[in-house]
């Protein structure tokens, strides 16, 4: 997929872009038929509910140990607009799936940045990343959907603090104060990503983001894939490969039919 000069200053403005229904329902089936199985296994990688400690919030590193994720890591509709986007090559330094449980159990995120832990802990040099995110699941206004900031990229890297729930859970939450949040959604808005199953969004790292607990019934599973400038690889290592990839080896695409 190549993207117009117009979806590039909207994603220079905005901080990301959204495609409805990049996917089709077949391919993005092929995914949904790996989501059990991904959240059964035991492993570190698999990080918990606070409040629900049967229910995963995170599998991280998703595109190791599933097929299909790895097609959708390498699909071009992915690849190729993220490759434009930061005009590099890109490797994979983080993936995750957040199944974002219903009935409460997927819990609320706090409103952050991606980048603070990227720079602060594993070492990355510029905010030369994005967040590729792939609807597992339809994303509506009930299924608490991701809400972003548009245009809080502007300002760059924010002051923010280790979450609390973060601390010693295998993941790195660092959260913005409410002052800061105030002023930000009052001089821009707040935008709920909203789509069906097999929609697609582009957010740079700095992009302030959130999303409140799904208390609906239903599952709202998202993919996020964070690649990452090859230029600008980590130097830092402390963390494990599911959370900061070391294979800095630039990625390819696969066919466009590779989910078919
Ligand atoms: O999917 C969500 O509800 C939020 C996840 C998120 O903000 C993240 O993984 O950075």
Same mark, same amino acid.
């Given at each position: ?80 607009? @993220?490759?434009?986007?930061? &005009? ?8 995750? %799936?957040?199944?974002? +449980?219903?009935?409460? $159990? ?101 992009? @302030?983001?959130?999303?409140? &607990? ?8 998202? %993919?996020?894939?964070? +690649?990452?400038?090859? $230029? ?29």
């Amino acid at each position: 997929m190549k993207l117009s000069a117009e979806n590039i200053s909207q994603f220079n403005d905005q901080g990301y872009l959204f495609f409805p229904e990049l996917f089709s329902k077949n391919e993005i089936a092929k995914l949904q038929n790996e989501v059990p199985s991904i959240l059964n296994r035991t492993g570190p990688e698999i990080v918990r509910e606070k409040h629900d400690s049967k229910a995963a919030r995170l599998a991280f590193g998703v595109h190791s140990y599933s097929n299909p994720f790895e097609h959708m890591l390498r699909h071009p509709r992915m690849l190729e607009p @993220v490759k434009q986007l930061l &005009n590099d090559e890109v490797y994979l330094h983080q993936s995750r %799936l957040n199944p974002k +449980y219903g009935f409460g $159990s997927g819990a609320s995120w706090d409103w952050h940045q991606d980048y603070p832990p990227f720079q602060y802990i594993d070492g990355m040099k510029e905010p030369k990343c994005i967040m590729a995110t792939v609807f597992i699941d339809d994303c509506t206004a009930v299924t608490s959907p991701l809400l972003v900031i548009p245009g809080s990229h502007k300002y760059g890297l924010f002051e923010s603090k280790l979450h609390e729930d973060a601390k010693g859970k295998g993941y790195a939450l660092h959260h913005i104060d409410n002052t800061l949040l105030e002023k930000l959604a009052n001089e821009s808005t707040i935008e709920p990503l909203i789509g069906p199953a097999g929609s697609a969004a582009f957010v740079l790292c700095t992009l @302030v983001h959130g999303s409140a &607990n799904n208390v609906s019934p239903w599952r709202r599973a998202v %993919l996020y894939m964070n +690649y990452n400038a090859v $230029s600008n690889a980590c130097t830092e290592s402390s963390r494990p490969w599911f959370q900061n990839n070391r294979d800095f080896t630039p990625l390819n695409s696969l066919g466009d039919d590779c989910l078919e």
